[in-house]
């Protein structure tokens, strides 16, 4: 059974760094390309980029570029995401989802990871 | 910065058919298949069709979808409670390196 499972909620000030993760299981870990979605409160679904495992081939949305990195560890199967200083607008829910290919939909979604930045 | 633009609510009762837009452009919708994915209350997205009228297995065949040029649809015949959600569109669209794009979302209420 495929399984995309996400570290847990955090709660971070303004200006503060974080890194959180989405672990696969279920399938080839390095043969799938894995997407972060951003949904901020009451709001849709924002697509952030993507990631290859299999050889850290990475692609931002214009929208995301610049403002957070993504990043993967084939060897523990995880995927990740990260700020290096946090805006109180970087408040939202953030999924981790596997796209079936390159250019291609995807087909299994992580739970979520919400993260809240306040002062 | 979505491109696809769905209306925002949708509704019915029981029973009824419900038909959910989606206005794209020739550089995603016009040249790449479409995804519709289900957003039950406090849950996170599933995938209910793609390649654009294609369920994946366990998906009610009360749902379908449809394309033609630069729009898709998304239909719902014999609504049920549990449909009460929000639905997305998705594309890739080949600008620039490429770009995975959302649709604006529609909430789907059952009366």
């Known amino acids: 059974e495929v399984q995309l499972v996400q570290s847990g909620a955090e709660v971070k000030k303004p200006g503060e760094s974080l890194k959180i993760s989405c672990k696969g299981s279920g399938y080839s870990f390095t043969s799938y390309w894995i997407g972060w979605v951003r949904q901020m409160p009451g709001k849709g679904l924002e697509w952030m980029g993507i990631?290859?495992?299999?050889?850290?081939?990475?692609r931002y949305s214009p929208s995301f570029q610049g403002q957070v990195t993504i990043s993967a560890d084939k060897s523990i199967s995880t995927a990740y995401l990260q700020w290096s200083s946090l805006k109180a607008s970087d408040t939202a829910m953030y999924y981790c989802?596997?796209?079936?290919?390159?250019?291609?939909?995807?087909?299994?979604w992580g739970q979520g990871t919400l993260v809240t930045v306040s002062s | 910065q979505s491109v696809l633009t769905q209306p925002p609510s949708a509704s019915g009762t029981p029973g009824q058919r419900v038909t959910i837009s989606c206005s794209g452009s020739s550089s995603n919708i016009g040249s790449n298949t479409v995804n519709w994915y289900q957003q039950l209350p406090g849950t996170a997205p599933k995938l209910l069709i793609y390649?654009?009228?294609q369920r994946p297995s366990g998906v009610p065949d009360r749902f379908s979808g449809s394309k033609s040029g630069t729009s898709a649809s998304l239909a719902i015949s014999g609504l049920q409670s549990e449909d009460e959600a929000d639905y997305y569109c998705?594309?890739?669209?080949?600008?620039?390196?490429?770009?995975?794009?959302f649709g604006t979302g529609t909430k789907v209420t059952v009366l």
């Open positions: 990631i290859y495992p299999g050889d850290s081939d990475t």
């Open positions: 989802a596997r796209h079936l290919g390159e250019l291609s939909r995807i087909d299994y």
């Open positions: 390649s654009n009228n």
């Open positions: 998705a594309a890739w669209d080949d600008s620039l390196n490429g770009l995975y794009v």
